[in-house]
Structures are given as structure tokens and as C-alpha cells.
């Protein structure tokens, strides 16, 4: 039976590192040609990272990355190797206007010279993606590649999203296999989404289709990797694990024979394989939620940091869930010697807070130390005192102690040279429960996309082999401690309660009227909502911060500040 | 001569105020009824503000959107009222893979019903604009309506810019008369583009045009007003003021005849008023370029603070120059009694400046306080003493003092409820010369988009009618005071080299070597450079602040975090 060795370079690349990529890239082509495949596919934009954002505006960046391509073409071999870069539609990157001129592309490289282009045709322009920004659309949906005697489509991630997209019009002008390159993100289910989708695409087309999506972090994103291979009964062949670089191959069977007359551009004319298919390697399982989530967040982290020239980071320990589990993260993410806990006592934090956080960092492995703000706290009393007077003590006071720690981060920060790490969740940052310039302090914000249930969730799960995270800190009442005896559900309604309707509200974009007719209380629903509304120049100012819901607090949720809109 | 009474309402409406907005309208069209016009225009999306952002993609908004458009429309009379709003492209505001399914629009409404429906043809999706993101672009460019026997084409903002677009298929249909109207921002320069590529377009097209736009700050955007309108050879026939609302209306002569056989839609069948037309009000003169953006600052300004729900407004001031215009936009913005200014003086602040900032907020008549810093600067001194041991003094203790006076100024505005404002220049946010959670912090940044050469025309051109700003405050060589004699030349370029350089490479997206080819220091270009890039972290953190370059540090501007992207 025909089988074509198609090799997948699942490889965690970065924005704008275009002779490390390169680097990688080649070295991904050095071992394809080992293992003697036929073609090799390379992730969406590899040659510069993905996503490059506005640098694809600027004449430099393009001219550097088409310079880097064809570094890379003159390295091919036999292989063919399909890798995403950045083509110029003619002329300058963008024309007066503004408007961008050039194309998001897939070079087909074979023996030392770039043997063909296809242009991105559909490009998403919703949610995260802006790519009607950056590119200017492809023409031509249907083009085909013959590498070694077999007619191949290649297409470019929402190519494929779309039923009657590229990919179906290449099987309809013949094609023998669907190859499809990717810079797809992660977030919580898209795995599920992704696989029934390709499936589905195989099945229509009844063509093999070979998925190679990118891996690793870039700021708020996080692509997942999780290629995978299908048959064209929409069977999976293999599938790549989540959240990490693989190598792989696949001899993909072929349709029994390929169509006369078929209109390709011929790439490279060796000879298939002889013999049979190697069986595949058994597909990597997908991981169950609380893990999918839990690696999602190491792997941000992880390269926020590498790749922004960090090594260690610093976070400040309350005592509570949010600041352990971020702890727990960065530890796991990046080993015990490169974190540093601070817990920051203040006058109504408990005895029982500091121990907890001691307790964790013991487990952890972790520098911990102790700096109570109260000095500091006492001097910006006295400060204010003359000018704040007998007013009542309250928020204030509050936010006082919340930002006298974050300066302490700060300044732990600049003297060490570590991130520090905002704690804050996404329950939190939703209704404004945080204080700008305290607890919001920091470069990068774990938990930032995580509600306070998958918070208990995650910890409980982590602890499951044995406890990290302290009991008593996954027990008690949450509170931010900044009054005697302070509780979250003093300002906030309970946590499952908060959590479904900014999930509702947040995400589904529901009216307040269609949530309390999913059973949730009409005046928690208006409070949660109008505090939402209210906050949203908080989260402007918020750090950045993993995605892995289908809509963060970032770019995928773009409101104004200035907005008198009150939804009934 | 036959004429048509066009009139404009060139008014401030508030994002998602649709309550507000209609009241606004309503009023409009009263007035338009009694002074007999013909048309009446509204801006672009007048019924929801500009730029409504994701709202849009909320179905409820829509919804409120279309039921106030026929509420408004209930009211029309006479006059035919173009008023934009959002329309829907069928079924809900977007499909389930996230595409916009609505319009940006406008009505065209007559007595008590909405006689046409124009849907804009050009969305822009560049530089500040998203619009691919929330509206399907319209496919009738070349619709034509007739108002009392005239024949009028309408269009929508973007649709006007482009040489060939709707105005042009228009024109080319048989329209009598172009009407625009228009949601567009005001950046330096920009007036007089508007100027010359209208009068183009009216001259290309034979026709008179009415352009209107919209006046206000929204978030970092302020709209200039600055409506105009030309004869058929592309004389201006009329400019309206700038940054200012403005009710008028102009009798527009139509060319002698229209063209037979026209294909429009009757909006309205009554007669053109008889006799001869009012000759025009005098045009209102263009501002100088620093009055410009000096009412570019207040407006932005004004309108954030008020369509926030603020009242107040509190200021550090530093001595500095940056601190004394901000302070002294706010006054003129906001009246003196809405202004609190606080000087926090530290070890290194000089006597002079806490005399200069005294005798500025005694110039303006604004509320003075002097807080010193050193209670809780030697407060964190000692909390940070046993982690820190004995280092050397540096950036940790120069931003500690920096955050105790950010974190001063968010407990007065904690405890009053004024607005911080952050006093940071361009200049100093691009190259990440400012600390975070320290001079950054604050509800807005009023100078956010003003070089620091332009800061110092600004505070020229106001103390030019008598002495505001103290002559020491704008004379003396900047410094942040953080340490002793602290000068900002320590760590930079001088200022009009640093703002050559800004410009070139944050505006002009120069390369390096292009920047050097202009004349520029080759050392300083690439210490430039390497400092705004590595400081876009910080920028994220930012305040909003008014645009009024080409090219601001927010939304058009939009380069990743992780960017290891060095161009020589």
C-alpha cells in the first residue's frame, strides 16, 4: 500500500527570535531527513513566532524573516518542508493607509530552494485574532503540490475551521492528502472541539489530514500542541501530547489512486517509500481537565519568563488559596530554587496565614521569608494624618496595607532582578475585588483567567498525590484579611454562586434577565454584573495573564472604560 | 437658485449612554425642525456613542439600540434625520464562531418612521479601528434617496476617504448632494487632511458635500469636531469649531439641474424652501498648533472625568513641568475648585520645587497640600532592612520613594473620591523612564500622548497670556529628584533627540539604520530603541490618556510583550 512519511516538528518557538527559530527549524528539517519523510510541517508563522502582532507592520521584520527563509530554504534537502512565514503581497509591509500588505504564508521548501507559496485565505478576525489587521487574504483556496508523486493540499489553520474552506476545495480539485499548519491556542474543551472538527473535515473530504499545531507560551496565549493524524474515514491515527514539543512521524496510507488530470505544481518527484507503513505510535492520551488546565498554566508561566529574559520570580504569600496555588505553579513550572516567597503580615493578618504560607514554602522546597508592613504601614498613617484627619477608617486603610506589600514586591523585585507574580483570579479581577497598585502588583498574573471554583479544583488536584497545598489554607473562609475578621462573602455573593454568572455574563455575553432565568438571583445578578461594568479600568492596568477560557480579560474581551451601558 | 438646508448637530454623546444619546437627538431634531431644514445629520453611531467596541457583539445592546432608533424615528416631522446606529445583518449580534452580524449604519428618518437604511461600505480595521471585528460591510456603495426632489447620496466615515468609494459610485449614480457623516478622531494634523481630501473629493465628484463629525473624549480617542462643508468645486463653504459642540446649518446651492432617470429611494416628497439661500456663517478659524492640542488635552480630559461619574481630580506635583501642565490642563478642563494638587517632597526633593508647586497651584487657585514622604519611606526602609541587608543604594530606593507617593495619592483619592492623574509624558512612557505603581499610577495620563518637547511648547503657549507654570518650573534642567543631582540627561538623550528618535521609530516604524540615515546618533538610536522595546510591559500598565499624535501608545500601537525581535 502507497504511504506517505509525514513528520511533524510540534516546537515551542518565539515571537520575534528569528534566528532562533531558524536554528530550530533546521534542526527539525536535519532530523526529517533522518527518518527519511517525505514532507515535514512546521507551525503557522514559525519563521517569526505566532502571534507577531503588530512587527508585521514594519518593512524590517518582513524583510528579516523573508531573509531567514530562504537561510532555510538553501538547507533543504529532500524533504519537502512546509513552514508558515510572512510573504509580502508587493511593496512595502503596509501602504499609506495603513493597510497591511502582506500575506500569512506556507513555504514548500525542497533541495535548497523554495519550490512554492500558499497565502492564508481566511483569516480570523474575532475573539483573540486580528488578522484582517496584518494580512491580506488568499486567493487561491484550491492550489495543490505534488511531492513525490502524491497531490497534497496545504492550508493554514482557520483555513480549516471553515466546512467549505480551503481544504474542501482542494479535495474537490483532487488532492490525495490534506495538510494543514497551525498556530491554534488553547483553552479548556478546544482540544475536544478541535479533534471532532478535523474529524469531521477528513471524513467530508475522505482524505488523510495531518494537523501540526505550535506549542508553548506568548504572553496571554498558550498554544497546546495536540497534532493530530486522521484517516479519511475521519479515524485519529495519532495524536501528540498537550503542552509539549514532539517530534513525530507517520506513514499516512494513501487513497488507492490518485485522480487523472489533476492541476498541482510539482515540488519534488522522488520515489515513495518502498514496503509497508510503519504502524503508528499509540496516540498520547489527553489529559483529564484539572491536569489540561495545570500544565496550561505551567507552560505560560514558564515561558513568560524564559523568554522575557527572567529566571526566578517572587511571589507574596497571604496565606491564602490563590497565593499558594500560584506558589505551587510557579514551583512546578520552574523549581524550587528559582521562587521566593514573601509573606507580609500585617495588623489583621492571622497567626494561622503566616504558618500556612511557612508550611507551603517548606513543602514547596522555596525561599520563604517574613517582612511585616507595619512600619511601613504606621508611616503612611502618619503621612496621611494630617491631611486624611478623624475620617473613618475603611477602604482606605485597606488598600494601604494591600499596596505597602506590593511596594515591598516591587522592591524585592528591583533589588533581585525576579518577576513578581500577581495571585489575583479571574473571579477577582471580574468584579474589581483586588486593589490596583497592591495585590494586582506584578509582571504576570497566574490565576488571572482562573475562576475561584477551578482554583479549589486545582489545588485539591495537586494535592492529590500527597499535600502541598495546606489543608487549613484550602478550608477556611477565603479573606483578603485587611479588616478584623474579614470575609470575600461579605462584599461578594459565595463563590459558586459569583462564578456562574461571570461565566454566564463574562463569556456567554447573557443579559442579566437570561441569567436570572437560569435560576441565579436577581440581585446578585445585578450587583455581580454592575460591579464587572464598573471595573473595567482596573483590569486595564491588571498584568497579563494565561488564557484558558474560551474569553479572558484580555484581548478577547475589548470594552470600553467610558461606557453608561446598563443591561436589564 | 434651487438650495437644500442642511443642517448639523455636531454634538458629544457618551459610549452606551443610549438613553442619554436619544434625549440628545431629540433635542436636535427640534431644533432642526425649527429652523426648517431640509436634513438634519447626526454622527456616525450617534444612538450608541463611538466606538461602542464589544458591546456591539452583545445582543441585548443591539437590541436596546434598534428600540431607541424607533423611538427617535416616532419623532421625526419634516425633516429628514440621518442618525447612526448599529443595525442588525440578521438573526443575533454574532454567529456562534464569533463573526459580527450587525451593520454600522444610518437612518434616514421622516415623519415618524425610518424611510431608508444606508449600510457603511468601508470599515477600517487598521491603526486605532477594529471594525472588521464588529460590522459586515455594506454592498449598495451607490444608493441614492430623494429629499424633497433632491437627490442625496449618504455615507459613513471611512466610506469618504477612499478616492473610489461610495461618495464617488454616488456621484457617479446622479446623486445632487454628498452627506457624510463621521466618527473620526482627532490626531495633530489631522483638520487639515480632512480638509484637503474633502474638498478632493467634492471637486472630483462635481457636488457639494456636508461632512459632520462628532466632538467628545471616549477613553484614550477625542473627536475634534471640525464639521465642513464644500461646494461642487470643493470650496469651503462653511468649517465648524473645533473640540466644541455645534448646532448649524448651511444652504447648500445644488448644481442647476439633477439627472433624469435616477434610480433613488423617496425618503420625502415635500418642496425646497423658496427664495435665496443665507449666505453662510463665517467658517470658524482652524487653532493654532498648540491651542489644538492644548483643547485636544482638556476636552479628553473633561469628557473622561465626567462621563465617568467624577467629579474631582487630584494631582502630584513634583515641581516638574510634566506635573504643572497636567495640573494646569485639569484646571482649565475642570474649574480650580475641582482640582487638588499635593506635593510629597522626599530626602533628594529640592526646596525650589515644593515653592514652584506652590506658587503654581496658587497661580491657578486649586487646593495645595504638602504630604512628605519620609515617614513611610524610612518605614519601608526598615521593613526591607533585614532581606536587604547592606546593598548599595539604587533604582530599588528611588522607586520606593516614587511608590510611596503613588500609593499617597491613591489614599486621598480613596478616602475623597477624585480621579488620580498620572503626570508621565510620550517621551518618558517609550523608553520606560517612569516607575510603575509609582509616578505611573492613576485613572488617566493626561499628557500620555505629549512629547516632552511639545510638553514644554504647551506650557509656553498657555503662560504666553501671563505667567502660570513658574518660568523656574520650564527652565530648569529635568530631573526626577530620586537621588542627589538626578538629572533625566543621566539615563537619557537630551529631549529633542530622544523625541527625533521616538518619532521616527514609535510613529514612523523606522528601522534603526533609517533613523541613523536621518542624522541621528547612531549610540543614541540603539539605546533608543532597546529601551521601547523592552518597556512595553510597563506601557501595558498604563493609564489611558488622550491620543493626539498619529500614532499613540495604546490600541495603535499593538506589539507582544515577549518580542525578541532586535532590527538593526
Not at 61 to 78: D, M, Q
Not at 109 to 127: A, F, I, S, T
Not at 215 to 220: C, I, L, P, T
Not at 350 to 369: I, K, N
Request: glycine share 12%; charged share 25%.
Amino acid at each position: 500500500m502507497d504511504f506517505l512519511r509525514v513528520a511533524g516538528a510540534q516546537i515551542n518557538l518565539t515571537v520575534g527570535d528569528i534566528e532562533g527559530n531558524t536554528a530550530r527549524i533546521i534542526d527539525a528539517m536535519a532530523w526529517a531527513d533522518e527518518i527519511q519523510a517525505d514532507v515535514l510541517l512546521l507551525p503557522e508563522l514559525a519563521i517569526t513566532g505566532y502571534p507577531p502582532e503588530d512587527l508585521v507592520l514594519r518593512d524590517g521584520f518582513v524583510t528579516a524573516n523573508i531573509e531567514a527563509l530562504h537561510r532555510v530554504a538553501a538547507r533543504a534537502g529532500e524533504v519537502v518542508t512546509v513552514v508558515g512565514f510572512v510573504d509580502r503581497a508587493g511593496g512595502r509591509a503596509r501602504d499609506d493607509a495603513g493597510h497591511a500588505r502582506v500575506h500569512n504564508a506556507a513555504a514548500l521548501m525542497h533541495r535548497g530552494r523554495v519550490g512554492g507559496v500558499y497565502h492564508k485565505v481566511l483569516l480570523p478576525n474575532y475573539g483573540v485574532f486580528d488578522e484582517d489587521r496584518y494580512f491580506v487574504a488568499g486567493a487561491e483556496p484550491g492550489l495543490l503540490w505534488e511531492i513525490n508523486g502524491v497531490v497534497a493540499g496545504v492550508s493554514v489553520c482557520e483555513d480549516i475551521w471553515v466546512e467549505d474552506g480551503p481544504p474542501a476545495a482542494q479535495a474537490a480539485a483532487g488532492a490525495d492528502i490534506l495538510l494543514s499548519i497551525n498556530g491554534s491556542p488553547y483553552h479548556l474543551g478546544r482540544a475536544g472541539e478541535r479533534e471532532s472538527m478535523l474529524a469531521e473535515r477528513a471524513r467530508a473530504a475522505g482524505l488523510p489530514l495531518f494537523y501540526l499545531n505550535l506549542v508553548g507560551g506568548q504572553d496571554e496565549l498558550v498554544f497546546d500542541g495536540c497534532s493530530m493524524v486522521f484517516t479519511g474515514s475521519g479515524d485519529l491515527l495519532y495524536r501528540a501530547g498537550q503542552f509539549e514539543e514532539e517530534m513525530f512521524w507517520v506513514d499516512v496510507p494513501l487513497p488507492a489512486e490518485g485522480r487523472e488530470g489533476v492541476e498541482r505544481v510539482v515540488v519534488s518527484s522522488g520515489d515513495l517509500l518502498e514496503g509497508d507503513p510503519e504502524p503508528p505510535p499509540e496516540p498520547v492520551a489527553l489529559l483529564e481537565e484539572e491536569a489540561e488546565v495545570y500544565r496550561a498554566l505551567c507552560l505560560g508561566l514558564a515561558d513568560y519568563v524564559r523568554k522575557n529574559g527572567f529566571t526566578d520570580v517572587l511571589v507574596g504569600l497571604s496565606g491564602g488559596i490563590d497565593s499558594a496555588l500560584t506558589a505551587t505553579v510557579a514551583v512546578d513550572a520552574l523549581g524550587a530554587d528559582r521562587v521566593w516567597g514573601v509573606t507580609m503580615p500585617g495588623p489583621f493578618s492571622s497567626e494561622g496565614s503566616v504558618e500556612d504560607s511557612r508550611t507551603l514554602a517548606s513543602s514547596l522546597g522555596m525561599r520563604f521569608d517574613v517582612i511585616p508592613i507595619e512600619a511601613p504601614y504606621a508611616g503612611f498613617l502618619e503621612a496621611l494624618g494630617r491631611v486624611l484627619g478623624d475620617t473613618e477608617t475603611g477602604v482606605t486603610e485597606e488598600n494601604l496595607q494591600a499596596r505597602a506589600r506590593g511596594t515591598i514586591l516591587m522592591a524585592l523585585s528591583n533589588k533581585h532582578g525576579g518577576l513578581v507574580l500577581a495571585t489575583g483570579n479571574k473571579s477577582e479581577l471580574s468584579v474589581g475585588y483586588s486593589t490596583l497598585y497592591g495585590d494586582m502588583v506584578g509582571g504576570y498574573g497566574v490565576l488571572k483567567d482562573v475562576y475561584k471554583e477551578m482554583v479549589y479544583r486545582l489545588a485539591r488536584w495537586r494535592n492529590s498525590g500527597g499535600e502541598v497545598i495546606p489543608a487549613s489554607t484550602i478550608d477556611k473562609p477565603p479573606s483578603a484579611e485587611l479588616r478584623p475578621g474579614q470575609l470575600d462573602t461579605d462584599s461578594l455573593p459565595p463563590y459558586p454562586i459569583l462564578d456562574a454568572i461571570l461565566e454566564a455574563y463574562v463569556e456567554g455575553d447573557r443579559t442579566p434577565k437570561e441569567i436570572v432565568a437560569q435560576g441565579l438571583d436577581r440581585e446578585a445578578v445585578a450587583a455581580v454584573v454592575a460591579m464587572v461594568d464598573r471595573n473595567e479600568y482596573k483590569r486595564r492596568q491588571a498584568a497579563p495573564g494565561v488564557r484558558i477560557t474560551p474569553k479572558a480579560l484580555g484581548r478577547d474581551r475589548r470594552l470600553p472604560i467610558t461606557n453608561r451601558f446598563l443591561q436589564s
